[in-house]
């Protein structure tokens, strides 16, 4: 499997991907919103896209189908429920469908809600497994719940399916947040010297060379994960005083998700 992640360089900060199958370039494309960038992506690399895969409904991941099915004649494949809210749809997917790409690439949709409540997320069946997540996940965040989505089951997808997933899964989120993310972290968590050194790594990296993350180092560096740390309730007390003093890391998620909209 050959993934490419694709910078937009645009104000919302969108990442798309192209994923190949070494042996025959059979490509999908992921949310390929910069059409051009994606089209010019694939012809570079000898690759033919014949699936487009929206992880959910918002403009800014559906905007370029239009112009890549146009150009490639690719299937577009989405949440079985996005089909009043996604034009075109060919395959609508269920938790567990498979999705083979060219004869190398099995990838498995997992029904994600929370962000929205028509969002997939796709797991690759590989030796080392790959996650693309869209607006779920983020690298040291979540996605917001403003738009379409609710946060309790935001949090029983993080809780229930996210995190159970092994340590060493790379994280291909559909924005590059990571820097405001991290400060959020260490807002709430001032001594987590993770975040604090993988800060002054990234804050200038190039988003063309984006660090690509593990499940294992979101669970040290993204406060979404870290509802039972000593430091974040401490913090979120202050700003919550009614909070128990154990809580349940339910009610820890839906306020750090509140917080995180005024933030
Ligand atoms: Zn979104
Ligand atoms: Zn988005």
Redesign the pocket.
């Known amino acids: 499997m050959i993934v490419k992640q694709i910078w937009t360089g645009n104000a919302?900060r969108?990442f798309n991907y192209l994923i190949a199958c070494p042996e025959t370039g059979e490509a999908m494309a992921i949310d390929p919103l910069d059409h051009k960038k994606c089209l010019a992506t694939a012809k570079a690399n000898g690759w033919q896209i014949t699936q487009v895969l929206n992880t959910h409904e918002?403009l800014?991941?559906t905007g370029g189908n239009k112009k890549v099915i146009a150009a490639t004649g690719a299937k577009l494949l989405a949440h079985a429920n996005a089909k009043d809210s996604i034009p075109g749809i060919d395959r609508g997917l269920m938790a567990g469908d498979s999705i083979k790409i060219g004869n190398t690439v099995e990838m498995e949709a997992l029904d994600t809600p929370g962000h929205t409540m028509s969002h997939v997320c796709l797991l690759s069946h590989t030796e080392t497994p790959s996650l693309f997540c869209?607006?779920t996940l983020f690298n040291a965040g979540a996605g917001n719940c403003h738009h379409g989505g609710h946060p309790e089951e935001l949090y029983d997808t993080f809780a229930n399916q996210l995190a159970q997933l092994s340590d060493d899964t790379l994280i291909y989120p559909?924005?590059d947040y990571i820097s405001n993310n991290l400060e959020f972290t260490l807002d709430r968590e001032p001594d987590n010297e993770r975040a604090g050194l993988l800060l002054r790594e990234i804050r200038d990296q190039d988003p063309d060379k984006a660090l690509i993350s593990t499940l294992g180092l979101e669970k040290e560096i993204n406060t979404f994960f870290r509802l039972r740390s000593p430091s974040v309730i401490a913090a979120l007390r202050e700003t919550f005083p009614d909070l128990p003093g154990q809580p349940e890391p339910r009610t820890v998620f839906l306020k750090l998700r509140e917080l995180r909209n005024t933030w």
């Open positions: 919302y969108n918002h800014d991941h869209g607006d559909g924005h």
